[in-house]
């Protein structure tokens, strides 16, 4: 059986600028079911929503700081679930985006590993030794200056590809994984039909001691390995 996705018209939706239904200049969940019956009418086949976990929004929703939390400004879980089952009673199907990349440094995990060297989530992130002036190696994020930032309370730098706001998940940690393939089994468990996976060619990153000769992001762009945690999801 051919897999539905390859042939379907999908529309993006970016909830925050899409349609307001209170009033208060915000985009939300509520104003994307007023307006199925039109999506339908335009004969998509899927809507594709942008991050509408719950974040600070210093990325514009790609870091989360709960993944199986609704922002409050889009609505409640139980507008979700009406969206999801008004949507599918129309024909459509719904997909989230979704980044397992990194996490908002406001995350419970992320709030827990920065208390102590010891702590068990610890190595749910990518730490190395350093100090305020000697970050492990000279690697550049995609925003600009270096992918470390310096965490004065436990002597170490996080690495972070994106806003410093953005620590990398550790992929190599069996934790990790099972925990996103847990969160991702939730949601499809829930009756979505899918995932667009937000930076998902960097979660295998090079040895910190990798040097770069031409493409500054080769050390965290398409490294060889991320196939094999393709296979598992």
């Known amino acids: 059986m051919e897999q539905w996705w390859k042939n379907a018209v999908g529309y993006q939706i970016y909830p925050r600028s899409f349609k307001d239904s209170n009033g208060d200049g915000i985009g939300d969940l509520q104003g994307i079911i007023e307006k199925l019956p039109y999506l339908k009418e335009l004969g998509v086949d899927f809507l594709w929503l942008n991050p509408i976990y719950t974040s600070p929004n210093v990325d514009n929703g790609y870091d989360i700081a709960d993944y199986q939390g609704i922002q409050p400004e889009f609505g409640t879980m139980e507008d979700f679930q009406e969206l999801l089952d008004q949507a599918h009673q129309l024909g459509l199907k719904i997909i989230l985006d979704l980044v397992v990349n990194h996490t908002s440094d406001q995350h419970p995990w992320f709030v827990e590993a920065k208390k102590s060297l010891d702590n068990?989530?610890?190595?749910?992130?990518?730490?190395?030794?350093?100090?305020?002036?000697?970050?492990?190696?000279?690697?550049?994020?995609?925003?600009?200056?270096?992918?470390?930032?310096?965490?004065?309370?436990?002597?170490?730098?996080?690495?972070?590809?994106?806003?410093?706001?953005?620590?990398?998940?550790?992929?190599?940690?069996?934790?990790?994984?099972?925990?996103?393939?847990?969160?991702?089994?939730?949601?499809?468990?829930?009756?979505?039909?899918?995932?667009?996976?937000?930076?998902?060619?960097?979660?295998?990153?090079?040895?910190?001691?990798?040097?770069?000769?031409?493409?500054?992001?080769?050390?965290?762009?398409?490294?060889?390995?991320?196939?094999?945690?393709?296979?598992?999801?």
């Open 120 to 233: 068990p989530y610890r190595e749910y992130y990518l730490w190395a030794d350093a100090t305020p002036d000697r970050m492990p190696n000279e690697w550049q994020s995609f925003f600009g200056g270096s992918t470390w930032t310096y965490d004065a309370g436990t002597k170490q730098a996080y690495f972070h590809v994106f806003a410093k706001e953005q620590p990398d998940l550790n992929w190599e940690n069996p934790k990790v994984r099972e925990e996103i393939y847990a969160m991702i089994r939730w949601w499809l468990d829930l009756g979505i039909d899918g995932f667009r996976l937000d930076a998902i060619s960097h979660i295998q990153k090079e040895p910190w001691d990798f040097k770069i000769t031409t493409n500054p992001w080769a050390p965290f762009m398409n490294v060889k390995g991320i196939e094999d945690y393709m296979l598992d999801l």
